[in-house]
């Protein structure tokens, strides 16, 4: 156990440094979410005023939809960076060490979590410069980063797992976005649930974009649903634990085939 | 670390064979025996299995069957313990260029649990070592070719493995790079008592480095011994002569049917190599017969055995040719060269 975690451990401070002599990556991912508040947000400020529209303003109901959408992709490209290890070599030299296997995906997902920590806490700050209301204060927002982490790191374990199996960037690519774009679509990130057609309701109660995004605005809007949000996060962390394990099992995969 | 197997092999195959997805048989049974503490040389041209041999060896790929034993372990029952014991330098080079050469180093470390002031004192002692003190701090990426191979090296050595595997450590290099390569494995074998698997497609390189060497061709070992006694077996001396045309089908073989003195004749349909005992008395007569059927000489020349012919004993074809062919083989399916 002390062994797995400073392995893990060994991984993530690889990983961060990479990331920090690349910062300017972190600024590369924050544009996307950062169009989606300052243009989606005035323009579809009506949608507040649709009847059966919940929320105190379309910002406070795009806000936590960002956040999560933000993660889900953060964590779903990171096995890029796989593939770019692959083919350096620098994958082989670390599964011929004694490493354990599953610090190697560990060691990414802690990384993907720390950088969604820190695009999720600027995302948060421009809202609520723009007018965003957060109710359940720090626990709120502890929900919030707590879903957008075990979503983004559910991706991160998956895409880096898919890297080890495809080894091509391209494979890699279209099959992310097979999977990853429906995903977005059939969710409420952007629109309320209720005022979405049936069939895609139906959707995205198995989609676990919609359990972060549920239980993140749930638990920042006033008159939370604390059951369907321990419900929701449960379901989140579960889902970390699969990816992990086929994410683990794809090690084998990849030393069968080179 | 460094303690002696009973038999005092550092690594033990038998009857490994290695098949691909798409039936490539890139091992086709092969048995190597590798004495420890010294440097044991697999020489073959592109696609000969080498790195197969090495991936397999260091528990990177599996069998499909045969035994490994890597320092009195099997590799595939015990792949956690080989890897406490081995330390590899692949084809690809494994450095992190996203890191400088310390992080590179204690990267290593830390997956082998060394931590603290052992740890430090460690990585100080191999950037010394390895010339790297002053880039210590500098990027990977922005190493040159021959700085990532020592780098590459030094971070296989951290642990003091006792075997270590060194897949074409100079392919790629400069010449004299090469050189400076080839004296730091020197010094390790000679100084550290380290094994070393080296495997190559420089002959010269083999030859030099080697104490002892196994020939690879197609998945086969079709000769093991010391560059010398594998050399000495061809007594005599080499005429190698090219060609100025291709010749037509079994013409070279007439023609040098009944020039006494040739022990041995190899051939393809631009050049030719004979053993003969005595290489001045022989030219003429080689070059007469030759002309004498038409056929017209580019060059010629005469050699003491070098590894080249011996490869051509066994094989019957030449090296450099071999080793074209393989690497033309292998580019169009570029992706599996990894
Ligand atoms: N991952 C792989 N999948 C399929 N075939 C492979 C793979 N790796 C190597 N091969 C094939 O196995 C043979 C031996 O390759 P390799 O061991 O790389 O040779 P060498 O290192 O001697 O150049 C070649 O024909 C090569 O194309
Ligand atoms: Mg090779």
């Known amino acids: 156990m002390k062994e797995l975690l400073s392995h893990s451990l060994t991984m993530t ?7 920090a002599r690349q910062p300017w990556w972190i600024v590369v991912t924050l544009v996307q979410p950062v169009i989606w508040l300052l243009l989606f947000g005035p323009l579809f400020k009506g949608i507040a005023n649709i009847p059966g529209f919940h ?27 796989t593939i770019d290890d692959l083919n350096r070599g620098v994958v082989d030299r670390l599964l011929v060490s004694p490493l354990r296997r599953s610090a190697f995906f560990i060691g990414h997902v802690l990384q993907t979590s720390v950088s969604i920590i820190i695009q999720a806490a600027i995302i948060v700050v421009l809202a609520y410069a723009m007018g965003a209301h957060f109710a359940n204060g720090a626990l709120g927002l502890l929900v919030l980063f707590t879903a957008a982490v075990l979503l983004g790191g559910s991706l991160n ?45 139906v959707g995205a109660r198995f989609n676990p974009l919609n359990w972060a995004v549920q239980a993140s605005r749930s638990a920042i809007s006033s008159g939370t649903d604390w059951g369907s949000v321990g419900t929701h996060l449960g379901l989140l962390a579960g889902l970390l634990v699969v990816c992990m394990a086929f994410a683990t099992r794809t090690i084998h995969t990849y030393q069968s085939s080179v | 670390m460094n303690q002696q197997r009973p038999n005092g092999n550092a690594i033990e195959i038998e009857s490994l064979v290695k098949v691909y ?38 528990t990177l790929s599996f069998p499909t069957s045969g035994t490994i034993r890597v320092a009195g372990i099997d590799v595939v029952a015990h792949p956690r313990q080989v890897r406490e014991a081995i330390g590899v330098v692949g084809q690809v080079s494994g450095v992190d260029v996203n890191l400088n050469g310390r992080e590179n180093l204690r990267l290593q470390g830390l997956i082998r649990s060394i931590h603290g002031r052992e740890l430090k ?9 390895f010339g790297l003190a002053d880039s210590a701090k500098r990027v990977a990426r922005n190493y040159s070719g021959g700085m990532q191979r020592r780098l590459d090296i030094a971070t296989a050595l951290v642990h003091r493995p006792q075997v270590l595997f060194l897949d074409e450590p100079t392919t790629g290099l400069d010449p004299e790079v090469r050189t400076e390569m080839w004296q730091e494995i020197e010094r390790l074998t000679h100084e550290e008592g380290l094994t070393i698997l080296l495997t190559t497609h420089y002959l010269e390189e083999a030859d030099r480095l080697a104490a002892k060497l196994a020939i690879l061709d197609r998945g086969k070992v079709v000769a093991t011994g010391s560059p010398e006694e594998l050399k000495q077996e061809l007594e005599g001396d080499t005429i190698h002569v090219e060609l ?11 023609a040098l049917e009944n020039v006494k003195g040739i022990r041995r004749l190899d051939h393809d349909v631009r050049c030719l190599r004979a053993r003969v005992e005595h290489g001045a008395t022989a030219i003429p007569l080689v070059l007469q017969a030759l002309e004498s059927k038409g056929l017209a000489v580019d060059s010629v020349s005469v050699s003491r055995p070098s590894l080249d012919d011996v490869y051509m004993r066994y ?21 599996e060269k990894r």
Do not use: C
């Open chain 2, 315 to 335: 094989t019957g074809r030449e090296f450099a040719r071999a080793d074209e062919e393989g690497a033309r083989q292998q580019s169009p399916a570029g992706e």
């Open chain 1, 55 to 81: 929320a105190h303003s379309y910002i406070q109901f795009l806000t936590p939809g960002v956040v999560i959408m933000t993660a889900f992709f953060s964590g779903g490209w990171n096995g890029m960076a």
């Open chain 1, 13 to 19: 401070d690889r990983d961060l440094r990479r990331l």
């Open chain 2, 244 to 254: 100025r045309e291709d010749a037509p089908d079994g013409t070279i073989r007439v």
């Open chain 1, 157 to 201: 374990a998956v895409s880096n797992g898919l890297a080890l199996i495809f080894r091509r960037e391209e494979t890699l690519i279209a099959t992310l976005n097979v999977f990853m774009l429906p995903l977005t679509f059939l969710s409420s990130a952007f629109m309320q649930q209720n005022l979405i057609p049936h069939w895609m309701q």
């Open chain 2, 21 to 58: 997805k798409g039936a490539v048989r890139a091992l086709d049974g092969i048995d190597l025996v590798v004495p420890a503490g010294s440097v044991f040389g697999l020489l073959g041209p592109n696609g000969a299995g080498k790195t197969t041999a090495v991936k397999i060896a260091s």
């Open chain 2, 121 to 129: 004192q460690r990585v100080n002692e191999l950037l010394e070592q």
